[in-house]
């Protein structure tokens, strides 16, 4: 199996990394919104960067 990479932000203060394990995630992983459109993305497991946490 390949690992996924999860989500990562880079900021000029330092970069944020978010892959937890299978036992910490409940629900959802992150939610970005806030776009004009009012569009968002949410990341489950199983899903896209966390295909491996299934």
């Known amino acids: 199996m390949t690992r996924r990479t999860g989500i990562r932000i880079e900021l000029d203060m330092g970069t944020v990394v978010i892959h937890p394990a299978v036992d910490e995630v409940y629900v959802e992983i992150a939610m970005l919104m806030g776009f004009e459109d009012r569009s968002w993305m949410v990341w489950r497991p199983g899903e896209d ?4 946490l299934h």
């Open 49 to 52: 960067s966390f295909e491996d």
